[in-house]
């Protein structure tokens, strides 16, 4: 597509319930990462793939949230049981791996409310 | 590791005032450094990029950022601001030759008086 897409825009939760996020990089970027963004705490790295592994993981917050990746492009982050302090944007992003520029577009976002 | 600290979180100007956002990275290695805004209601979009050469560099809108090495900093300025350049501005810095973590600073959210 012509820019990264995430679905869906806006979640509403309740506290305890699992969600799914997904995005759909630009065609032919190999990598994809993953951005959680809270007011006042900027952009918190989760989670970045180079095709369909993730060399980094680090950021995940906790074994609640995981990440897939499959045929080298649409991505989907799940965290289960939610809490309220998952509550944040979501946002997600893709690179030409290969052109060594870290130039990464982004989506709009998933805003995340747990209740 | 890498880490990335923007020292304002919230700057107010009048328009045709100048800016100048600061930016410091703490990573021992060479790197390369980025700036991203995040207007109102839209997605984060590249503001201008270091990797090497000039460390002057000239991004989108008027905007320039100077990446001073013994420093460890990359500030951003702009003459002149406009109304238009209310928005949230975010550091980011990668290790030289990676291919992976970039890591953002907070923000800064700047707000131009009209």
């Known amino acids: 597509g012509a820019g990264v897409s995430q679905s869906p825009s806006n979640k509403v939760t309740e506290k305890g319930k699992d969600v799914e996020l997904r995005c759909d990089p630009i065609?032919?970027?190999?990598?994809l990462y993953w951005y959680r963004q809270s007011l006042g705490q900027g952009l918190e790295f989760l989670i970045y793939?180079?095709?369909?592994?993730?060399?980094?993981k680090s950021g995940l917050p906790s074994d609640r949230f995981s990440a897939e990746r499959t045929g080298g492009s649409v991505s989907t982050l799940t965290i289960q049981r939610t809490q309220q302090e998952d509550s944040a944007v979501y946002l997600c992003?893709?690179?030409?791996?290969?052109?060594?520029?870290?130039?990464?577009?982004f989506g709009e976002g998933s805003r995340l409310t747990v209740l | 590791a890498q880490s990335v600290s923007q020292h304002n979180h919230h700057v107010i100007l009048s328009e045709a005032a100048s800016l100048e956002l600061g930016c410091n990275y703490s990573?021992?290695?060479?790197?390369?450094l980025f700036w991203y805004v995040q207007y109102p209601g839209q997605h984060l979009q590249l503001l201008l990029k270091?990797?090497?050469?000039?460390?002057l560099v000239k991004g989108i809108k008027g905007f320039e950022a100077e990446f001073i090495k013994s420093k460890f900093s990359f500030n951003l300025r702009k003459p002149s601001v406009q109304w238009s350049d209310t928005a949230e501005y975010f550091c980011?810095?990668?290790?030289?030759?990676?291919?992976?973590?970039?890591?953002f600073g907070k923000g800064t959210k700047l707000s131009v008086k009209p």
């Open positions: 992003a893709s690179s030409l791996a290969t052109s060594g520029t870290g130039e990464l577009f």
């Open positions: 065609s032919g970027h190999t990598a």
């Open positions: 793939f180079q095709g369909n592994s993730a060399p980094d």
């Open positions: 990573y021992g290695g060479t790197v390369n």
């Open positions: 270091y990797f090497s050469g000039d460390p």
């Open positions: 980011a810095v990668m290790g030289g030759g990676s291919q992976g973590n970039l890591i």
